[in-house]
T-cell receptor, first 111, second 114 residues
Framework: GQSLEQPSEVTAVEGAIVQINCTYQ??????LSWYQQHDGGAPTFLSY????GLEETGRFSSFLSRSDSYGYLLLQELQMKDSASYFC????????????FGPGTRLSVLP | EAEVAQSPRYKITEKSQAVAFWCDPI?????LYWYRQILGQGPELLVQ????????DSQLPKDRFSAERLKGVDSTLKIQPAELGDSAMYLC????????????FGQGTRLTVV
């Protein structure tokens, strides 16, 4: 089976840097994705890591360590609009199309 | 900009009644997913289609839930009979398939069973 763990809540102030961790246990592993979901909205794709290391996309970066079954999402220069839930998701088949989502981390950005 | 369309946005139904949700994925997307999301939790996969074929329905409660994607384009998810515990957001998503791993989600259907 598959299981993912994330902190349930994180709070930070505008302009700060925050890291959201994700650990996983899966029977197979293809890659780790991150999605953002605002209250009442649809999840939207942020990033994907298939290989170890850091991927940077603007203010957001995502890291993966396959040997540690661990990844994180790094958000820099936090803005109020970043307040949302963030989900890591594992793709665990070689076809790369089967996703399992983590429980989510609710980020609150304070002024 | 292309998007995944879902209807209805909200549905209130009485327990033991039948309810259906519709999803139209982004044109050309071969893979279609139905997820259920309970408030405060992550999306849980119910069923995954590749074109018109089901590739994973291991978490679908088949005694009451059914899903189809007859022509490999739009899809319908049905619940019959609905139970109080089915109250949740039902999300549809699609992806190109192959090595493309980004899923695009619709706005979802918020189901309330009373």
């Amino acid at each position: 089976g598959q299981s993912l763990e994330q902190p349930s809540e994180v709070t930070a102030v505008e302009g700060a840097i925050v890291q959201i961790n994700c650990t996983y246990q899966t029977s197979g592993f293809y890659g780790l994705s991150w999605y953002q979901q605002h209250d009442g909205g649809a999840p939207t794709f942020l990033s994907y890591n298939a290989l170890d290391g850091l991927e940077e996309t603007g203010r957001f970066s995502s890291f993966l360590s396959r040997s540690d079954s661990y990844g994180y999402l790094l958000l820099q220069e936090l803005q109020m609009k970043d307040s949302a839930s963030y989900f890591c998701a594992v793709t665990f088949d070689n076809y790369g199309q089967n996703f399992v989502f983590g429980p989510g981390t609710r980020l609150s950005v304070l002024p | 900009e292309a998007e995944v369309a879902q209807s209805p946005r909200y549905k209130i139904t009485e327990k033991s009644q039948a309810v259906a949700f519709w999803c139209d994925p982004i044109s050309g997307h071969a893979t279609l997913y139905w997820y259920r999301q309970i408030l405060g939790q992550g999306p849980e996969l119910l069923v995954q289609f590749q074109d018109e074929s089901v590739v994973d329905d291991s978490q679908l409660p088949k005694d009451r839930f059914s899903a189809e994607r007859l022509k490999g384009v739009d899809s319908t998810l049905k619940i019959q009979p609905a139970e109080l515990g089915d109250s949740a957001m039902y999300l549809c998503a699609s992806s190109l398939g192959g090595t493309n791993t980004e899923a695009f989600f619709g706005q979802g259907t918020r189901l309330t069973v009373v």
